[in-house]
């Protein structure tokens, strides 16, 4: 018997792509000489931006696709493969989203207020004793021929798709940074911060993005998951969604953003259409699986 060293030799799709978005920015090349290829529609309601469709899924959900459509492969070899179920949405959550965070909407706000979108994964405890227990040779060979079996349905990202993720995620996160800095966008926070107005209680921020402001977070328990959304703090974090939209401060930081994503070195613009649109139909791709197998009882 054997320690299985999966997470090794064969789980590889996307890991970089998560921890480009946590790298430091300071001296990457922003946006400049050349126009992003392929823009899409414009939509301030879904924030669509220029460089979204050349960024991959994040590793937890091609791992978790991939581990669970080995089950019935490794069953007809003879094994048992108990893939625990996970929250896959609290996984993402836990380890970082590709992308910056996003203006507040009056969905999230009503939901949770300030709060942290949840990360806790039952599921993943069980999955890390799953890929550390010993296997016999046979059942390591089994496996390794049923993921082959899997990646001929949908095959690991190419270096060159890998490549261009992680570019778009750096400059994602670059043109978010620096879009709050546009003039536009710096007017806009001083208008809403006259519509919050102040609070005897509360030290509000200077703008949505440092929301909620420590004292928020402090008084409503935000950083602390799994306690009580308040629906004074509801009424705070939705009162916030409205000003953003009547001081116009939303607006102006997607196109701040978009025209920062709308231009980029010239070495990513021809990395990107030598892509196309295959991260695209590699991450709709990965989403119907996922959805397939969460239908499925996964």
Same mark, same amino acid.
């Given at each position: 018997?054997?320690?299985?060293?999966?997470?090794?030799?064969?789980?590889?799709?996307?890991?970089?792509?998560?921890?480009?978005?946590?790298?430091?920015?300071?001296?990457?090349?922003?946006?400049?000489?050349?126009?992003?290829?392929?823009?899409?529609?414009?939509?301030?309601?879904?924030?669509?931006?220029?460089?979204?469709?050349?960024?991959?899924?994040?590793?937890?959900?091609?791992?978790?696709?991939?581990?669970?459509?080995?089950?019935?492969?490794?069953?007809?070899?003879?094994?048992?493969?108990?893939?625990?179920?996970?929250?896959?949405?609290?996984?993402?959550?836990?380890?970082?989203?590709?992308?910056?965070?996003?203006?507040?909407?009056?969905?999230?706000?009503?939901?949770?207020?300030?709060?942290?979108?949840?990360?806790?994964?039952?599921?993943?405890?069980?999955?890390?004793?799953?890929?550390?227990?010993?296997? #016999?040779?046979?059942?390591?060979?089994?496996?390794?021929?049923?993921?082959?079996?899997?990646?001929?349905?949908?095959?690991?990202?190419?270096?060159?798709?890998?490549?261009?993720?992680?570019?778009?995620?750096?400059?994602?996160?670059?043109?978010?940074?620096?879009?709050?800095?546009?003039? &536009?966008?710096?007017?806009?926070?001083?208008?809403?911060?006259?519509?919050?107005?102040? #609070?005897?209680?509360?030290?509000?921020?200077?703008?949505?993005?440092?929301?909620?402001?420590? #004292?928020?977070?402090?008084?409503?328990?935000?950083?602390?998951?799994?306690?009580?959304? #308040?629906?004074?703090?509801?009424?705070? &974090?939705?009162?916030?969604?409205?000003?953003?939209?009547?001081?116009?401060?939303?607006? &102006?930081?997607?196109?701040?953003?978009?025209?920062?994503?709308?231009?980029?070195?010239?070495?990513?613009?021809?990395?990107?259409?030598?892509?196309?649109?295959?991260?695209?139909?590699?991450?709709?791709?990965?989403?119907?699986?996922?959805?397939?197998?969460?239908?499925?009882?996964?």
């Amino acid at each position: 018997m054997k320690k299985r060293e999966r997470g090794a030799k064969i789980i590889t799709a996307g890991v970089t792509v998560i921890v480009v978005a946590g790298v430091a920015l300071a001296g990457l090349p922003a946006w400049a000489t050349g126009p992003t290829p392929d823009l899409p529609q414009k939509d301030v309601d879904a924030w669509v931006m220029p460089l979204d469709r050349y960024i991959s899924v994040s590793a937890v959900v091609s791992e978790y696709v991939e581990n669970r459509q080995t089950i019935p492969c490794m069953a007809r070899a003879g094994y048992t493969w108990d893939v625990p179920k996970r929250d896959i949405e609290a996984a993402s959550n836990r380890l970082g989203d590709v992308t910056v965070d996003r203006p507040l909407t009056a969905e999230v706000a009503q939901e949770r207020g300030y709060h942290k979108a949840p990360t806790f994964d039952p599921g993943r405890l069980a999955t890390q004793e799953l890929n550390a227990r010993a296997i #016999s040779d046979a059942e390591d060979k089994a496996l390794i021929d049923c993921t082959q079996d899997v990646r001929k349905a949908i095959p690991l990202l190419s270096g060159l798709q890998n490549a261009a993720s992680q570019d778009a995620v750096a400059l994602s996160n670059a043109a978010y940074t620096s879009a709050q800095n546009d003039a &536009a966008v710096v007017a806009a926070a001083r208008i809403w911060q006259e519509c919050m107005g102040s #609070s005897q209680h509360l030290q509000l921020a200077d703008s949505p993005a440092l929301m909620p402001s420590w #004292s928020v977070a402090d008084h409503f328990g935000a950083t602390l998951e799994g306690s009580t959304v #308040s629906q004074d703090e509801r009424d705070l &974090a939705l009162k916030d969604v409205a000003c953003q939209s009547s001081s116009g401060y939303r607006n &102006a930081l997607y196109e701040a953003e978009w025209k920062r994503q709308a231009s980029v070195p010239k070495h990513d613009a021809d990395l990107f259409k030598q892509v196309g649109d295959a991260n695209e139909k590699y991450r709709a791709t990965e989403l119907a699986a996922l959805a397939k197998v969460q239908l499925a009882g996964g």
